[in-house]
Nanobody
Framework: QGQLVESGGGLVQPGGSLTLSCVAS????????MKWYRQAPGKERELVAA????????NYTDSVRGRFTISRDNFKRTIYLRMNSLKPEDTAVYYC??????????WGQGTQVTVSS
């Protein structure tokens, strides 16, 4: 059974940076497109960034483009989300997701990111 474990969340001041990590196990990592989602209180879960298996294709939601960078290390079975210039509206629980041929297969438990002074 596949598993995703996120880490790296925390409290950061506006304008600060954080890097989230997500370690995968139990499935063929290189077969999967990997994604980061987030969910703020009272809001629906939204797709933040996605990366294909070979890392040549990345996508971002408009609100984070230019500030966030998604990457992956297939040898370490890990994806990352580097978040710069953080804003209070980036506050959310961030989830790692593994997608195979258009179907979401695995979710992590989430890691809280709070941007506040």
């Amino acid at each position: 059974q596949g598993q995703l474990v996120e880490s790296g969340g925390g409290l950061v001041q506006p304008g600060g940076s954080l890097t989230l990590s997500c370690v995968a196990s139990g499935f063929t990592f290189t077969d999967y497109r990997m994604k980061w989602y987030r969910q703020a209180p009272g809001k629906e879960r939204e797709l933040v960034a996605a990366i294909n298996s070979a890392s040549w294709n990345t996508n971002y939601t408009d609100s984070v483009r230019g500030r966030f960078t998604i990457s992956r290390d297939n040898f370490k079975r890990t994806i990352y989300l580097r978040m710069n210039s953080l804003k209070p509206e980036d506050t959310a629980v961030y989830y790692c997701n593994a997608e195979l041929r258009g179907t979401s297969r695995y979710w992590g438990q989430g890691t809280q990111v709070t941007v506040s002074s």
